[in-house]
Structure formats: C-alpha cells, structure tokens
C-alpha cells in the first residue's frame, strides 16, 4: 500500500477545496472546458459520488443516523473506491484528473466534527498527492450570501445540524462553515495549498488558475492536436 | 474505566461503561457463531442480559457492503472502509449503548478479524490499526485456534468454500481449495501474530463442539466473576497445524511424533478445572 507522497504516474491530478459558496466548482468546470479544447484526456470526478457506497450514504443521511465516525468512515469508503477504481487507473493511463473537493474537505469537516487530525490523516494516507491543489479563499459573509440567495434551504448535515451548534440551520451553517474555514487557513501551509482569491472576478480567477495548471501539464497526454 | 486502543469518539464516555464486552475471534468456519449460540441462553439462565453482535450487521453499512460484495468492483481498501464503517455504527449504536445498560456483549469477531482481512490483502499494518485506534478495548478475547488441516474437512463439510473466505479476490487464478488452503494459512499467521500482540486467549478450536464450549464457558465465567486471568489457560501453539510448511518440515523429521502430537487434545488441567467449576454438579 502506497503512502500519501508524490506520485510519478504520467497523468496530472489537480484538485479543488473551499467552503460552500467559494466558487471552486464553477472554477474547475472552466478549468475542464479549457483542458477538453487545449485537446488534453480530462476526467472529471466528484466528491461522495461513488456508486458502490451511494446507497449507503444516503441512507445515513436521511435517517440522520451517521456519527462524526461513521460519517468520516462513509467518506473516506467512497474516496477510496474512486482512488482505486477510478482516479489511480486514470492516472497511471496518463489522463488529467480534476476532482471537485478531495482529502483536505474530509481533513477540515472530520475535524470540525470532533475526530482525531492525525487519526483523519492516516486514515486517507493512501490519497495520492495532487499536482496542484487550489484553495479557494473567501470571507465567510461572501460565501453565506452566495449560497442563501441561490438555494433554497441548506442540508441537515451540509449545516452541521448534527454538531447542535444552534437550533437554526442557518446560524448553524455559518458557524460550522467558519470552523471548516479556521480549519483550511491551517491547512494551507500543512499541504502547500495553491491559495486563490476567490473575491476576484471570475475571468481572473480562472486566468491565474490556467498559467498555473498550464505550466505543469508538461506530461500529460493530448488526446488529439489542439485545433 | 473502559479504554480505547488510541483517540476515542467525540462524546465516548468510557467511564459509564459497566457492562462486559467479550470477543469470539476465529478464522472462517471455525465455530464462533456455534459457540455463542451456546453462550448466549447460558448467560441468560445467570440472568445476565446479552446483546450478540457480528460483523455486517449494522443497519448503516450491512446491506451496502453485502452489496458491494456482490459484485466485481471492490477494492481492496474500499473493503476495509466499508468494514470499519459497518464496525463503528455498530459500536456507536449497538455495542456502547448495551455496555452502558449492564449488558454482556457476545461479539462474533471484532477488529481483530478485520485487521488480519486487510493486512493479507496489503494493508498497511500502522493505517488499519490507526483506522480502528478508537475500538474499546474489549473485557476478553477468546480465540477459538485451528491449523488449516483441520478446518478445510469442517468447512467441505458444512457449507462448501465461499469467494471471500477462499480469498479469491487476491488468489483468482488458482482453484476453490487451493486459494482457500493458501489464503486461510495466511490469515491464521495473521491472526498467531494478533494473538501475541492483543493477549488473546486461546481456545483449541479442534475438539468437539461440546468440549471447545466447555473452555470457553469456563473463561467467560472468569471474566464475568472479575477473577484475573489464568496463564495456564492459554494452550501453546499447534505444532504444524497452522504453517502448512511447519508441518511438512516437521513430518520429515525422523521421529516427529511426540512433537506434532497436539497438545491441546489434552487440555491444561486448568482449563478443565475452571469448566467443572463452572458448570456446577451437572453434566460432567
């Protein structure tokens, strides 16, 4: 079993992490557009979006019956399905891996919950290291307002209902938000996270990501010739 | 006050726990789940409440992993989550809940078993130990022991080998026996090495049903009593029961036979003593 560390597959990995509401999803799906464009073998893959373990998530969450421990063990059984079926194959096959949210939100949001940093550490020391991890950086008021205008109501578990920080979902969400955010600040130096103002406008945001993913993509396979 | 192997769970109150935790660990077709139907209404007639408990069982994760077994695409690391999954639910919504109500928790394996799948699948030893460093530390675990030799009749016997306990998932090109022999010889080293590191108690698993439940009804009426272990209890390794390559090595030997006599078919006097004790007048 091969520990967190530099891999030396010829595919590239690079990954997004901040709260909800920093923008990194909308990011990464430029990111790809471009990649797809530039004529580069891009898959795409999504945090607790296994198959295998779906049923199961979905059944803790609806019946409200998931602890921090078997909530952080229900996570890390869907990432590591996707490592080993999806992401380490795709790699060593030479493609450019994009994953929305990996190890670093389950670090922020276990810990949050109550579970051991070094325990949740070992417990993914399987993940391969990205090639470049993007940390998307945004006051906790911006975020708060991006995501109450656009949604609808926020998750049991999405707000850290679970946590009983308060009886409303909203103040609930905030200050669990503020707590992962705390938790990602620490993580910055931890994993040399690539920070990304995530205030900025779009374009610039997604200028400075393309150089910086650009200048790394050196092995990585095109599938065909840029038109 | 109750421990844990490493961290413990936000809100574990290990101080509240009064009840018993005992473990039966054992290889595949052994006879734990045998034995605890024994235990469990013998228990009962003491008057003690028993919750049992077994791996898959959890209301979380049960169905999901048997699921996911089903089919092709499980990994080996996957696997190991789901288990640990499946064990902490059950910890956290069965075990610890009894522990804390009086209860005896009869539990058929424990992290034990989980950590010795893993490791013969390539785990890494310090990642599957640190998954489970939140386990309790249970009362006792009886390790009901058996060499290859003498599990492979039992299991024919009874209900034919199984892709999993045959590890054909890490074995696949070679027949059901074949991979069963292989992969079950290296799970009982796995376990051999579990039982040194975990002070397990080791139960000769060879005998008849009757007789193996007579040692260990005799060891859980210890723990239940609070009476320190026995040394004597514990039976000494079989002699080239467990490597199949001990035994051959030992079989060459001009004039083996008092060395691979088994000494568990003669069970410590000890042992013997602590079942008569326990079983009162009758039956003896």
Redesign the interface.
């Known amino acids: ?1 091969k ?1 967190y560390g530099e891999h030396r597959f010829p595919g590239k990995l690079f990954v997004v992490e901040g709260i909800d509401g920093s923008g990194k999803s909308t990011q990464l799906t430029l990111l790809h557009q471009w990649l797809q464009g530039e004529g580069y073998g891009v898959v795409f893959s999504e945090w607790n979006s ?1 198959p ?2 779906r ?2 998530t979905k ?2 969450k609806k019946k409200q ?6 909530f952080s ?2 996570h ?2 869907d990432f ?2 996707r ?3 999806n992401i380490l194959p795709l790699l060593k096959a030479g493609a450019v891996v994009l994953c929305d949210r990996y190890i670093y939100t389950a670090f922020a949001r276990d810990v949050v ?4 940093s ?2 949740v550490r ?2 993914y ?2 993940a391969v290291k990205p090639t470049a991890a993007f940390y998307f950086r945004v006051p906790l008021d911006v975020a708060m307002k991006r995501i109450l205008d656009g949604r609808s109501g926020v998750k049991f578990y999405e707000a850290g209902m679970d946590l009983g920080l308060s009886e409303s979902p909203e103040e609930s969400f905030r200050i669990f938000q503020g707590r992962i955010l705390d938790e990602y600040e620490k993580m910055v130096p931890e994993f040399d996270l690539t920070t990304v103002d995530a205030t900025l406008p779009i374009e610039e945001q997604q200028t400075l990501m393309r150089q910086i993913v650009k200048a790394k993509l050196a092995q990585a396979k095109r599938l065909r010739v840029a038109p | 006050m109750r421990e844990t192997y490493a961290a413990p769970l936000p809100g574990m109150n290990l101080a509240e726990m009064t009840g018993k935790l005992i473990v039966i660990e054992g290889t595949d077709g052994v006879g734990r789940s045998t034995q605890i139907r024994l235990l469990r209404p013998w228990l009962e007639q003491q008057g003690r409440a028993v919750l049992d408990t077994a791996i898959k069982r959890s209301e979380l994760a049960g169905k999901g992993i048997q699921q996911a077994k089903e089919g092709h695409t499980l990994g080996r690391i996957t696997l190991s989550l789901f288990y640990a999954t499946d064990f902490a639910d059950r910890l956290e919504h069965e075990i610890i809940p009894a522990l804390r109500a009086g209860f005896v928790v009869l539990t058929d394996r424990y992290i034990y078993s989980l950590m010795a799948r893993a490791i013969v699948r390539g785990a890494d030893a310090r990642w599957i130990r640190n998954a489970y460093g939140f386990a309790l530390k249970p009362d006792a675990t009886f390790y009901l022991r058996i060499g290859v030799d003498d599990l492979i009749p039992r299991v024919v016997f009874s209900r034919g080998f199984d892709y999993w306990e045959s590890g054909m998932d890490i074995h696949p090109s070679e027949d059901m026996y074949d991979s069963f022999r292989k992969y079950q010889t290296e799970l009982l080293t796995e376990f051999e090495r579990l039982a040194k590191e975990y002070n397990f108690e080791v139960i000769d698993a060879t005998p008849d049903v009757r007789t193996v439940f007579e040692h260990l009804r005799a060891g859980v009426a210890r723990v239940l009593s609070g009476e320190p272990r026995e040394p004597l209890f514990s039976v000494p390794a079989p002699v080239g029961n467990v490597l199949e390559q001990t035994t051959k090595k030992v079989l060459e030997m001009p004039g083996p036979a008092k060395t691979i006599t088994p000494v568990e078919e003669e069970p410590a006097p000890t042992a013997h003593a602590l079942a008569r004790a326990a079983e009162g007048d009758s039956n003896t």
Do not use: N
Not at chain 1, 113 to 116: A, N, S
């Open positions: 079993m520990r296994s295998l373990v049923e199961t059944r803790g019956m998931l602890t921090p421990a078997s063990l229900i890390c059984t590591a399905d490592m080993e079926h919950r109550g579970m051991d070094q325990w070992e417990l020391s399987f």
